[in-house]
């Protein structure tokens, strides 16, 4: 599993409160991922890291904002959470730029009421 | 693990029938296109990927089929068992900022295997 470790697993908060979710892996990859998964969109990508202080928008940007101060930790945050960001959220990994095997981590379910 | 109540297409099998899911693909630049399986509860895990310049590779029980022309990708899995029950991604491997790749999944199939 890449030693792939998601924090809060859970958690509920209220519209307009500020969240971070934490990604924490051990195996010193270079490239990581935001992922939110919804019913009828699948997996889509929030922001990924090419290395540290490295970041790039994916698909669904707005409203997220991600910090790499380190190899191992990629933090996602809602600034500002609304009820639209209820959603699973998923990190992933990859060595590195010529690798298309990501590995997951399990999941943080959010909701925002 | 978290799991998605997705609201899928689902394709249904007979165990022990051939499965073929399909998946259509808008970016052409993409030098890779992935399958990855996702089971209930779990995190998607990779299954086989296929270069550009390729049109079929096989692996176990699976084989990938690439078709640039239409833009299409399939994914074949031979002898169907009752643990593929699962949803099916297809992505592919883009470019993104200074020469790095971000990887972008689509939409998802469901497969169900009947025993």
């Known amino acids: 599993d890449a030693g792939i470790t998601q924090s809060p697993r859970h958690k509920v908060t209220e519209t307009g409160t500020p969240v971070t979710l934490r990604c924490h892996q051990t195996e010193n990859h270079r490239y990581m991922y935001w992922y939110r998964q919804d019913p009828g969109h699948g997996l889509r990508l929030i922001h990924y890291?090419?290395?540290?202080?490295?970041?790039d928008k994916g698909e669904v940007s707005d409203g997220y904002s991600v910090s790499r101060s380190k190899t191992e930790d990629f933090l996602l945050t809602l600034e500002s959470a609304t009820s639209s960001q209820t959603s699973v959220y998923f990190c992933?990994?990859?060595?590195?730029?010529?690798?298309?095997?990501?590995?997951f981590g399990q999941g943080t379910r959010l909701t925002v009421v | 693990g978290e799991s998605v109540g997705l609201h899928l297409p689902t394709l249904s099998v007979q165990e022990g029938d051939n499965s073929i899911i399909n998946c259509a693909y808008s970016?052409?630049?993409?030098?890779?296109f992935i399958w990855y399986k996702q089971e209930s509860g779990k995190g998607p895990q990779f299954i086989i990927d296929?270069?550009?310049?390729?049109d079929k590779r096989q692996g176990q029980r699976v084989t990938v089929l690439l078709n640039k022309t239409v833009k299409h990708l399939s994914l074949q899995i031979a002898a169907t068992q009752p643990g593929d029950s699962a949803v099916y991604f297809c992505a592919e491997k883009a470019l993104g900022m200074d020469s790095s790749y971000k990887l972008i999944f689509g939409s998802g199939t469901r497969l169900l295997v009947r025993p």
């Open positions: 890291s090419y290395g540290v202080k490295d970041t």
């Open positions: 992933a990994v990859t060595p590195g730029a010529a690798n298309t095997e990501a590995f």
């Open positions: 296929i270069r550009s310049n390729m």
């Open positions: 970016n052409s630049a993409s030098d890779y």
